[in-house]
């Protein structure tokens, strides 16, 4: 038995960055782990291993694409996925000795197994019993699947199983046009699937800018991506090697089918709290089955907070980090903070797409008076050079205060740009803040400049 200040249930990005927080501040502490690796979904079968697969296909696809423009001639590769997943595992690894050096260094307890509040201040893992001042619930989310849709991890597989597959299909259907469906989709895709995304609504990435839900559906669909878009899935059959999707139009109740080898479901995801013990200590949760917190993440059960996939908002790593951090300054008595409103939004398809704040929809919706400062990186000099010219970046600003309000990129390393325009925000800017700043040339950068120069004057190079 051992006493802390801080046990933190669950090892992904929300519980190890906040347990590193709260080494820092002092506070003796515990991470409890049951997956037996660091790092959480995020690391081990989310955003770590997508992006491996991600940038290997994309590389693969640029090889067989533009190489040979660039005066670059020889044989073309070709793919060996085993070699492919090895590589994935070993960025994986990499990450997971990372932050198991960085817990000895921060003198970070980290308990493996799976564990359970028997008591307020107490947890318990497998037979030994860990008592805490203060106990952070970070255990995650899992995938949802559909009425009559069983996901055995062969042929119809969640993420998880799209992440390790043993050879490419030849046909795959993914269903849910979301983040995970277009990125594994892209994947495969690019290694030689003929993919078709079946998505429920009449549009792609929901909560997305319909500019860029637009733009991107057109660019994935050149890529070879087909989409069905509004149709409801009614049921996946499978044999022991091929599956059959049956869904119905919703506009006209049409059903049809779709046969495949690899059927991913990408349909979202739910707070994991299985075996936490919750309901006996009456821990309040939402409609959803997630855990109700106040704002400085405090259950209604004193000394137990919880942060992450499992409570409200975005399911996104970086979201669960800020809230880690947070939580460990909130109880070492610090003000701990989140600013909800600027937490940056990226799907890494080719190209990427990155949104932050509000979205031109919404801001029509609200009857806000807004501008749009627009640039297509057609007028950018190094998307020429780079065959990135597909895209755009556009800034939307209060139409009297020219205060930014949104951001929404389309375009190379859009993830990347994003940034300057969170901090913008973060300091209160106006889009002619972004536009006065020098911007080195030739960069992407100077698309986002431009942008914000289209909020007032113009643009240069449009
Ligand atoms: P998790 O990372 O889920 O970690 C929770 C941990 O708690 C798990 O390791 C679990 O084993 C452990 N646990 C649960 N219950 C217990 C228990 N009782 N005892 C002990 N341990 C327990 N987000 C991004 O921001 N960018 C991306 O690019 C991105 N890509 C993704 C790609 C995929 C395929 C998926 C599935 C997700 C992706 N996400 C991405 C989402 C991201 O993974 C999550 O938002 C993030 O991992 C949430 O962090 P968390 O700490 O709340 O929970
Ligand atoms: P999602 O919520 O992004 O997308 C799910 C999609 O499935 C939606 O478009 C929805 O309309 C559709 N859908 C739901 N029911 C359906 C049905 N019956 N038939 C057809 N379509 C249906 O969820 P996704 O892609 O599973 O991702 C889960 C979470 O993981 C997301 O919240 C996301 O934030 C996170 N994630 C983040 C990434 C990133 O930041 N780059 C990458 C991957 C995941």
């Not at 993440?297 to 951090?325: C, F, Q, S």
Request: proline fraction near 3%; charged fraction near 20%; glycine fraction near 12%.
């Amino acid at each position: 038995m051992s006493n802390y200040d801080v046990i933190i249930i669950g090892g992904g990005p929300g519980g190890y960055v906040g347990a590193i927080r709260c080494a820092q501040l002092g506070l003796k502490t515990a991470v409890v782990e049951g997956r037996g690796a660091l790092g959480g979904t995020c690391l081990n079968v989310g955003c770590i291993p997508s992006k491996a697969l991600l940038h290997a296909s994309e590389s693969y696809h640029e090889a067989t694409t533009n190489f040979t423009k660039m005066g670059l001639m020889g044989k073309s590769p070709s793919v060996d996925l085993p070699t492919m997943m090895d590589y994935k595992q070993s960025v994986i690894d990499g990450n997971v000795q990372g932050i198991e050096f960085l817990f000895k260094k921060n003198k970070v307890d980290y308990i493996q197994g799976w564990g359970k509040i028997t008591g307020v201040g107490e947890v318990t893992v497998g037979d030994d019993v860990h008592t805490a001042k203060n106990i952070v619930i970070a255990t995650g989310s899992e995938p949802t699947t559909l009425p009559n849709v069983e996901v055995d991890e062969k042929i119809v597989v969640s993420s998880t199983g799209a992440l390790a597959l043993k050879k490419v299909p030849k046909k795959m259907v993914v269903i849910g046009a979301g983040v995970i469906g277009l990125e594994l989709g892209s994947v495969y895709s690019r290694l030689g699937a003929e993919v078709t995304v079946v998505e429920f609504l009449d549009h792609i990435t929901p909560g997305m800018d319909s500019d860029i839900s637009k733009t991107l559906q057109r660019s994935l669909k050149k890529q070879g991506l087909k989409f069905v878009l509004g149709a409801a899935v009614q049921k996946v059959e499978t044999t022991k090697t091929k599956a059959k999707v049956t869904y119905k139009l919703r506009k006209n109740d049409t059903e049809a089918t779709i046969d495949a080898d690899i059927v991913l479901v990408a349909t979202g995801r739910k707070p994991y709290t299985a075996g936490l013990g919750l309901e006996a200590l009456g821990v309040e949760m939402t409609e959803r089955g997630q855990i109700k917190t106040d704002a400085h993440w405090r259950t209604n059960v004193e000394g137990i907070y919880a942060i992450g996939d499992v409570i409200t908002g975005p399911m996104l790593a970086h979201k669960a980090e800020d809230e880690g951090i947070a939580v460990a300054e909130t109880i070492a008595g610090q003000a701990g903070h989140v600013n909800y409103d600027i937490i940056p939004g990226v799907i890494y398809t080719t190209p990427e797409v990155a949104s932050v704040g509000l979205t031109e929809d919404a801001l029509k919706e609200a009857g806000h008076a807004y501008k749009v400062g627009k640039f297509n990186f057609m007028g950018n000099g190094r998307a020429k050079a780079n065959f990135a010219t597909e895209g755009f970046v556009k800034i939307l600003a209060d139409a009297k205060t020219d205060r930014i309000l949104g951001a929404h990129i389309l375009g190379p390393v859009a993830g990347e740009l994003i940034h300057e325009i969170c901090v913008a925000m973060e300091f209160g800017a106006a889009a002619e803040d972004i536009a006065r700043t020098c911007h080195a040339h030739p960069t992407y950068s100077e698309a986002v400049r431009e942008a914000a120069l289209a909020c007032g004057d113009g643009a240069i190079h449009a």
